[in-house]
């Protein structure tokens, strides 16, 4: 099921870019620049790091994915 989640993410991340747009009208408007992000790096939490309970006969496998995210708004002359 992990595998699966993390088949998803990386399948959500790919192109590593688009378009940003103006989606408070309709249809939606170009803002003439771009939003990029690095691919998710994966990791597994040690056990006991998680913040959540754990019971008693039950195993809690948890990931955690980090990525930065770049945009730059284009010069605007006032």
Known sequence: MLAQMDE???????????????????????????????????KIVPPGIGKHAQSAGVARLERMATLRVYFFLPEVEA
């Open 8 to 42: 998803e993410l990386l399948r959500i991340c790919a192109p590593p870019h688009t378009e940003m747009r103006d989606y408070r009208q309709s249809p939606s408007a170009d803002l003439g620049c771009g939003v990029f992000w690095t691919m998710p790096e994966l």
